[in-house]
Nanobody, 119 residues
Framework: QVQLVESGGGLVEPGGSLRLSCAASGTTFRFNDMGWYRQAPGKQRELVARIIDSGARNYADSVKVRFTISRDNAENTVYLQMNSLKPDDTAVYYC?????????????WGQGTQVTVNS
């Protein structure tokens, strides 16, 4: 059974940093794309950052410059370095992995990790 397990969330003061990790288990394949989404209370889930097969990255405008996504292909792991955190970054952060095949794509989600930015 494929699982994505996030870690690294927590409570941090404004201006602080956190590093999220997401490790895949139960896979015999490498995800083509991996990314991070977040959902704040009362809001829809939104893309934060993603990194695709080629290594290209894209970010939500609200996190550009402050956040950096990276991946370890050998370990099927993705990271999100979050700096200069703001209260608006408070949300549950979800790891996402996409596997593309000729027959179609499969999307996998982690269970989420809470990030709270509060003084």
């Amino acid at each position: 059974q494929v699982q994505l397990v996030e870690s690294g969330g927590g409570l941090v003061e404004p201006g602080g940093s956190l590093r999220l990790s997401c490790a895949a288990s139960g896979t015999t394949f490498r995800f083509n794309d991996m990314g991070w989404y977040r959902q704040a209370p009362g809001k829809q889930r939104e893309l934060v950052a993603r990194i695709i097969d080629s290594g290209a990255r894209n970010y939500a405008d609200s996190v550009k410059v402050r956040f950096t996504i990276s991946r370890d292909n050998a370990e099927n792991t993705v990271y999100l370095q979050m700096n200069s955190l703001k209260p608006d970054d408070t949300a549950v952060y979800y790891c996402n992995g996409v596997r593309r095949r000729y027959s179609g794509s499969s999307t996998y989600w982690g269970q989420g990790t809470q990030v709270t930015v509060n003084s």
